[in-house]
């Protein structure tokens, strides 16, 4: 907004007003949960290629891991897009980079994940040149990483927002990504041994365990870090806007799946290693819903 000009030097004075209401919408919620996918799958076919490197069930998942890597990626940069202030203008971000912006570094970084994942998808359906696509492959799950990682760092530069924290935000980051990779895997994988989804079933409960037991940490002590904090799990505390969807979120996000696996190893179910799977991936969208929006009900002065 502008406050005034000044005649002589032609400098434009401005006030700096905070903006109200919500900045980051479901569009950042999709960006994170479509990224998760996108990256998890790629660390949980790496796993399953150096544990079963001689099952020809795990190499016959080089193209489906790939491509379906390539749609949720897809996803995570067409909401990344949708939500920027001008999104034609974001070639910007590539011509005159800040080196300081997480936002720029992720969009470079998503960018190159996304060569390398068309690589794969060449190498695996017209080439079919496995040596080549196992090349790439490692390069593509290095790369994984950091691109997972990044929204952690986004998140940690609101400094306004003590919720959103380093080195928490980047434990959950990966969490998610393990969480929502192997249960993509076990929907992906039909064909692979018992022992194989057996052991995605175990990545899948380990997951939601620790990202559970994190939520919680941050729901009874995270008070005692700031009173921002205190006042922001406010809203998901008692008779709160968003009480409802943070326990849903949790529920079916981490409980019922780590309870379906369970059951599953006891019975040697794989329809409710399957239905896990589903309950996971559903219920991550509204555990990352919730903790982007709760933040951004706070007043700031």
Same mark, same amino acid.
């Given at each position: ?11 434009? /004075? ?6 109200? %209401? ?7 919620? !999709? ?21 079963? =490197?001689?099952? @020809? ?9 790939? !491509?379906? *890597? ?12 949708? @939500?920027?202030? #001008?999104?034609?203008? +974001? ?12 936002? &720029? ?34 390069? &593509? ?11 952690? =760092? ?10 959103? #924290?380093?080195?928490?935000?980047? /434990? #959950? +980051? ?6 929502? %990779?192997?249960? =993509?895997?076990?929907?992906? $994988?039909?064909?692979? *041994?018992?022992? =194989?989804?057996? @052991? ?15 939520? +919680? ?20 505390? %008692?008779?709160?806007?968003?009480? &409802?969807?943070?326990?849903? %979120? #949790? ?31 559903? $219920?991550?969208?509204? /555990?990352?819903?919730?903790?982007? !929006? ?5 007043? !700031?002065?």
């Amino acid at each position: 907004m502008v406050h005034e000009t000044l005649s002589a030097t032609h400098a434009v /004075v401005t006030l700096d007003v905070a903006l109200p %209401g919500i900045v980051w919408p479901w569009f950042v919620t !999709m960006n994170m949960w479509a990224k998760s996918i996108g990256t998890g799958i790629i660390f949980m076919l790496f796993y399953l290629s150096k544990k079963y =490197a001689n099952d @020809d069930a795990v190499g016959a998942l080089r193209f489906p891991v790939a !491509m379906t *890597s390539m749609i949720f990626i897809s996803i995570f940069l067409l909401f990344t897009l949708a @939500d920027l202030h #001008q999104p034609f203008r +974001m070639w910007h971000i590539f011509f005159y980079p800040h080196w300081t912006s997480p936002i &720029t570094i992720g969009a470079i970084m998503a960018s190159a994940f996304a060569g390398l994942l068309t690589l794969l998808l060449y190498f695996s359906f017209v080439k079919k040149d496995n040596a080549a696509y196992d090349k790439v492959f490692f390069w &593509t799950m290095l790369l994984a990483i950091p691109v997972t990682l990044y929204t952690a =760092a986004l998140l940690a530069m609101s400094t306004a927002r003590e919720l959103w #924290q380093m080195p928490t935000e980047s /434990v #959950q +980051m990966i969490l998610a990504a393990t969480l929502s %990779g192997s249960g =993509a895997m076990i929907l992906l $994988g039909n064909k692979l *041994s018992y022992e =194989a989804k057996r @052991d995605m079933g175990i990545v899948l409960a380990l997951s939601a365990a620790m990202a559970f037991i994190i939520y +919680m940490s941050e729901y009874i002590f995270g008070p005692m870090k700031a009173e921002e904090v205190a006042a922001t799990l406010e809203f998901i505390k %008692g008779h709160g806007p968003y009480t &409802t969807m943070f326990w849903l %979120g #949790q529920v079916f996000a981490f409980i019922l799946p780590f309870v379906l696996i369970m059951l599953s190893f006891a019975s040697k179910s794989e329809s409710l290693l399957k239905l896990a799977a589903v309950s996971a991936i559903a $219920g991550l969208w509204i /555990v990352k819903h919730v903790w982007l !929006m709760i933040p951004q009900l706070l007043n !700031m002065s």
